[in-house]
């Protein structure tokens, strides 16, 4: 069982950055593929970024590469979302998810409580 409590949105003007951080507890973090996802009212939720627990390799949409980076610290079982640059079209409510990979597909059965990030233009 793993429990992900979000931080770090905000109000920022576009250009601008914010580091959402996300806090999980429970003694399995290391071995779970950790993902931000993002989703807008009345949309579906959509992934931004992804970090395997392994090799610590990296996905991210294409919307945000060169922009946003995830990392995490599996001493404190965090994981980060950086984002640079943003644009009024990243508002919405942020996710941290945390899940394993099963038959090739990363099943995400923890979800946190989301976090709102707005940019202003």
């Known amino acids: 069982q793993v429990q992900l409590v979000e931080s770090g949105g905000g109000l920022v003007q576009a250009g601008g950055s914010l580091r959402l951080s996300c806090a999980a507890s429970g003694r399995t973090f290391s071995s779970y593929a950790m993902a931000w996802f993002r989703q807008a009212p009345g949309t579906e939720r959509v992934f931004v970024a992804r970090?395997?627990?392994?090799?610590?390799?990296?996905r991210y949409v294409d919307s945000v590469k060169g922009r946003f980076t995830i990392s995490r610290d599996n001493a404190k079982s965090t994981v980060y979302l950086g984002m640079n640059s943003l644009k009024p079209e990243d508002t919405t409510v942020y996710y941290c998810a945390a899940g394993a990979l099963v038959g090739g597909i990363y099943d995400y059965k923890y979800w946190g409580q989301g976090t709102q990030v707005t940019v202003s233009s």
């Open positions: 970090v395997s627990w392994s090799s610590g390799s990296t």
